[in-house]
């Protein structure tokens, strides 16, 4: 499934950069001349040869850090996005008067939340902590610039509300949908609850048009989530396509039928899976229209 390639690539090197004393402090190969002889290692120590890489376990304190900075940005009126990859000012709200042309702040801290969210579930717990203080350093600047140069706190809740409420079906629009507006957009439902956001598009191989959005819940930054595909007809967009709203809970989107190997269907199944994910969404619906 596509995502936005120079996320990835800048993540990756990061990273790697990162990694890279990590990877220095690592026990020697077995059978090189720092290896110790197995006679004289402690009882009960195990070698990073028997290691199972698989059975590390996430820092969990350094998710919760993570997790609990980026609400916090969410709900400051100087950092509004349509997702956690789209930090920054409401887009068309930005202030020329703030001096980020190109948003930089933004890019910097993405990226540093992504590695910091690697390194934690890779179980570096102090490694991940001092990435995000290096990201709590950058936001901190960000933010008290934007207030020294008198840049207005935009209202997020009530933006955000205003965005649902103006939103329309997709269907029967006259705008065209471009596919870097669709993805990564945040999908929210008619109650202000974050669902997810838009990970891939499908295309109907009959029709050549757009069948499914897959969105993307749970995890971080890519990491650990679940991919649902929903029937396009089912969305209403709001101007500038700043948000999707999808008219389901979180509980109904956790029951969805899930990608597998994160593809929609295998070759020649479409038809196959197209009837399942539709008689599921179908009855969600109705059940909807019942109430």
């Not at 004393?21 to 120590?45: C, F, I, M, N």
């Not at 109904?252 to 009837?275: C, I, R, T």
Request: aromatic fraction near 8%; include cysteine.
């Amino acid at each position: 499934m596509k995502r936005t390639t120079l996320f990835g690539s800048a993540a990756l090197c990061l990273c790697f950069g990162l990694a890279a004393p990590l990877y220095a402090a690592q026990p020697p190969a077995p059978g090189t001349a720092d290896e110790t002889p197995p006679a004289a290692k402690p009882a009960g120590v195990t070698t990073a040869a028997t290691t199972d890489v698989a059975k590390v376990q996430p820092a969990q304190a350094c998710l919760s850090d993570v997790r609990s900075f980026t609400a916090t940005m969410r709900k400051d009126g100087y950092w509004l996005g349509g997702s956690e990859y789209d930090y920054g000012y409401p887009m068309g709200a930005y202030p020329a008067s703030a001096g980020y042309s190109n948003a930089r702040p933004g890019y910097e801290v993405r990226m540093l939340i992504a590695s910091a969210n690697i390194l934690a579930e890779h179980g570096q717990q102090q490694p991940c902590e001092d990435v995000l203080a290096t990201t709590r350093t950058i936001y901190q600047s960000y933010a008290t610039q934007m207030h020294d140069r008198g840049a207005t706190m935009a209202d997020g809740p009530n933006w955000q509300r205003q965005q649902i409420a103006a939103a329309q079906p997709v269907i029967g629009q006259t705008a065209a949908f471009r596919s870097d507006q669709l993805l990564d957009t945040e999908v929210l439902n008619p109650q202000d609850d974050t669902l997810g956001t838009v990970h891939d598009i499908v295309m109907s191989p009959q029709t050549g048009k757009i069948a499914y959005l897959v969105i993307a819940r749970g995890g971080l930054f890519g990491i650990d989530e679940k991919f649902v595909p929903v029937p396009w007809d089912h969305f209403k967009a709001t101007p500038g396509v700043s948000v999707l709203v999808l008219n389901a809970t979180k509980a109904v989107l956790q029951a969805a039928p899930e990608l597998a190997d994160d593809k929609f269907a295998a070759k020649g199944q479409f038809e196959q899976e197209s009837q399942k994910v539709d008689a599921y969404w179908k009855t969600q619906l109705a059940s909807k229209d019942s109430n």
